[in-house]
């Protein structure tokens, strides 16, 4: 069973503008990292942003960043100002680091950046 | 330069052909991941390696066959496949443990005709 939902399928946003994106998990464990990945048409897999668990401040990197609500299970992703560049499908990920499989994927959001 | 590299971007086979996929990283990491990503399916984990060493196969046909002759390079075997096998597939590596997420290539497109 999917254990990460990202309840959106497709969103846009208007070039400049602010987007979040959503996403769930859920695991008992109380030690994990969560991830978003970005795939842009070029098909690769990259990582935008990374969050631990024990650590209650929300993760930032220049544009992105995101509001984790642990308790919650809550995992959402917020792009400021965006970019054209920023278009592509995003990935919301958690792993448990207790198996070498523990890695789980969310079936993904296409965004689209609208001129 | 992504650090993990794969080949070919594009094949096209036939369901009786013989191919392989390569898969090379120089990240130093110690686990190598095999997934097949499907339109409209969620990403599927194929294979697992770990210190070269198969930890995971997923119940994947037989018609793939993973192999890992170092820390460095993994390849995916692939023979008599059928069309639903056309997808993109794509190759990560970790180093197991830490946290830091995974390292994608950029994939292989695979047609089966």
């Known amino acids: 069973a999917q254990t990460v939902t990202q309840s959106q399928p497709e969103m846009s946003v208007q070039e400049a503008e602010t987007v979040t994106l959503s996403c769930t998990y859920d695991?008992?464990?109380?030690?994990?990292?969560l991830f978003w990945y970005k795939q842009p048409p070029s098909r690769q897999m990259i990582l935008v942003i990374r969050q631990e668990a024990y650590k209650q401040q929300n993760a930032t990197e220049n544009r992105f960043s995101v509001n984790f609500q642990k308790a919650a299970k809550s995992f959402s992703l917020k792009i400021s100002d965006s970019q054209l560049g920023d278009a592509a499908m995003y990935f919301c990920?958690?792993?448990?680091?207790?198996?070498?499989?523990?890695?789980?994927f969310g079936a993904g959001t296409r965004l689209t950046v609208k001129p | 330069e992504t650090g993990v590299t794969q080949t070919p971007r594009h094949l096209v086979m036939g369901m009786t052909n013989k191919k392989s996929l390569k898969c090379e990283q120089h990240l130093g990491h110690n686990a190598m991941y095999w997934y097949k990503q499907s339109a409209k399916k969620p990403l599927e984990l194929m294979f697992v390696y770990s210190l070269e060493e198969r930890v995971e196969n997923n119940s994947v046909p037989s018609r793939f066959s993973p192999e890992c002759p170092n820390s460095s390079h993994l390849f995916l075997h692939l023979h008599t496949l059928q069309p639903e096998d056309s997808a993109l597939y794509l190759c990560?590596?970790?180093?197991?443990?830490?946290?830091?997420?995974?390292?994608f290539g950029s994939g292989t497109r695979l047609t089966v005709v």
């Open positions: 990920a958690y792993d448990t680091l207790i198996f070498y499989n523990d890695m789980r």
């Open positions: 695991t008992s464990e109380s030690d994990y990292y």
């Open positions: 990560a590596s970790s180093q197991a443990g830490r946290g830091y997420g995974y390292t």
